[in-house]
């Protein structure tokens, strides 16, 4: 069964700060790694995708890396908001040929004025 | 620009009861998907629809159905429903045209269901 693994479960910084949020897979034959973001209350808003052929995606203050062999992701966020602050969630896709995507547990961000 | 839409938002049932939860999305996606999301749980696929015409069990199956009505819609149904389902419920589509290759997911806002 493969499992995504996001450490740590929450993370308070002041505002900012760069900081790093982490995710790790335990099967490195994926499809693609997909980063999301979910409100209180809300539904996943997607950040970034990154492509099994790809190593790295931006979007704005947002970087997102894959490295397969060592089955690891990082989401990169510079210069921190208390806006930033949300449930960070990421999802390994493609695990085996699969259309399903396996997620982690999150990581709940508090960014601090 | 709509992308993907759950309807209810809210919904109270007593056990026993039925109900379909509907989603339809307007991207043109091929593959659909119903998760729901429990706390200290994390997301979990309960069914989905690689494309129009079929059907698939998830992670956690048992106690609903589904419909994928076209290739716009794909609905959910709990025939009975028990305290055990209550969650909040998302749909999600994504555009996955070849083996190998699968785009972006993206989801509704979620429907959020109590089962007394």
């Known amino acids: 069964k493969q499992e995504v693994t996001q450490i740590p479960a929450a993370l308070s910084v002041p505002e900012g700060e760069n900081l790093v949020l982490n995710c790790s897979f335990t099967?490195?034959?994926?499809?693609?790694l997909q980063w999301f973001r979910q409100d209180p209350g809300k539904g996943l808003t997607s950040l970034l995708l990154?492509?099994?052929?790809?190593r790295e995606q931006t979007s704005g203050r947002l970087n997102a890396s894959l490295d397969k062999s060592s089955g690891r992701s990082t989401l990169y966020i510079a210069a921190s908001q208390p806006g930033d602050s949300a449930t960070y969630l990421c999802a390994g896709g493609g695990f085996q040929g699969a259309q399903k995507l396996v997620f982690g547990q999150g990581t709940r961000l508090t960014i601090n004025p | 620009n709509a992308g993907v839409t759950q309807t209810p938002k809210f919904q109270v049932l007593k056990t026993g009861q039925s109900m379909t939860l509907q989603c339809a999305q307007d991207?043109?996606?091929?593959?659909m998907y119903w998760y729901r999301q429990d706390p200290g749980m994390g997301l979990r696929l309960i069914y989905y629809?690689?494309?129009?015409?079929?059907?698939d069990k998830g992670e956690v199956p048992n106690g609903y159905n589904v419909s994928r009505l076209n290739k716009r819609e794909f609905s959910l149904r709990l025939e009975s429903a028990a305290p055990s389902q209550t969650s909040v419920y998302f749909c999600a589509s994504k555009f996955s045209p070849l083996a190998g290759f699968t785009g972006e997911l993206f989801f509704g806002e979620g429907s959020r269901l109590t089962v007394l």
């Open positions: 990154i492509q099994s052929s790809q």
């Open positions: 991207m043109n996606h091929n593959s």
């Open positions: 099967d490195s034959a994926i499809y693609n």
């Open positions: 629809s690689a494309s129009e015409g079929t059907t």
